[in-house]
């Protein structure tokens, strides 16, 4: 157990919708990071959250949006879904952000489905 | 594309046998790390290296980095069916904010 929870576990949905996934980090960590995994495009950095404030930004699309609360929780939106999207979703959480040179934790992902 | 690729893509081994996994990279780092994923589960940091070093071990792992063939290799000895899962390594480029994470490489340990 890496110490990062992420709900929901699994999630399916239709195109066109909107879903929220969640994210607590480890305790004392102050930077987020999520991960899009898919077969054809394998692990892909999406974004990353430092105390609040977003840090680096990845390969995420317009349609998707994140945000990291006073509480260092994080959420990722997705909107008006599209089949492709349909992936694992992972946080990890680090306590460093200032290098990439920080172990990170990962949670156990959320399964998003589109049908 | 800057991403590390792994080498080879799949590989099946004996348990007791040794498993060598290989990372290649196109730019120049500042470190670069494995990690594990069994099925459907969040990764699992094995162990970093950095770009002045050569050689790092923890337990039955063994990672090296030759920075002059921008290349990286972990071996895992007297592997265990537990050791079934893959593989990623992850680099962290110089003046990039990421980690870049390769396709990976699928391990089974037949018993």
């Known amino acids: 157990d890496s110490g990062v929870t992420q709900t929901p576990k699994h999630l399916i949905t239709a195109t066109g919708q909107r879903v929220t996934l969640r994210c607590s980090p480890r305790s004392g960590d102050l930077s987020v990071y999520w991960y899009q995994q898919s077969l054809d495009q394998g692990l892909q950095f999406l974004i990353q959250y430092y105390n609040g404030e977003e840090r680096a930004k990845g390969n995420i699309l317009e349609r998707f949006s994140a945000q990291q609360f006073p509480d260092l929780h994080s959420e990722l939106n997705l909107s008006s879904l599209e089949l492709g999207d349909s992936a694992l979703y992972f946080c990890?959480?680090?306590?460093?952000?200032?290098?990439?040179?920080?172990?990170?934790?990962f949670g156990p992902g959320t399964r998003l489905t589109v049908l | 594309s800057q991403q590390g690729e792994e080498d080879p893509q799949a590989l099946s081994i004996q348990e007791g046998e040794n498993a060598t996994m290989n990372c290649s990279y196109k730019?120049?780092?500042?470190?670069l790390q494995w990690y594990r994923q069994n099925s459907g589960r969040g990764l699992v940091h094995l162990i970093l290296?950095?770009?002045?070093?050569r050689e790092k071990h923890s337990g039955r792992l063994r990672v090296t980095l030759d920075t002059s063939k921008k290349s990286s290799s972990l071996l895992i000895t007297a592997s265990r069916a537990a050791d079934t899962a893959s593989y990623f390594c992850?680099?962290?480029?110089?003046?990039?904010?990421?980690?870049?994470f390769g396709q990976g490489t699928r391990l089974t340990i037949n018993p």
């Open positions: 992850a680099t962290d480029f110089q003046g990039a904010q990421k980690l870049v």
């Open positions: 990890a959480s680090s306590v460093d952000p200032g290098t990439m040179s920080d172990t990170q934790y």
């Open positions: 290296i950095r770009s002045n070093e």
């Open positions: 730019t120049s780092i500042n470190n």
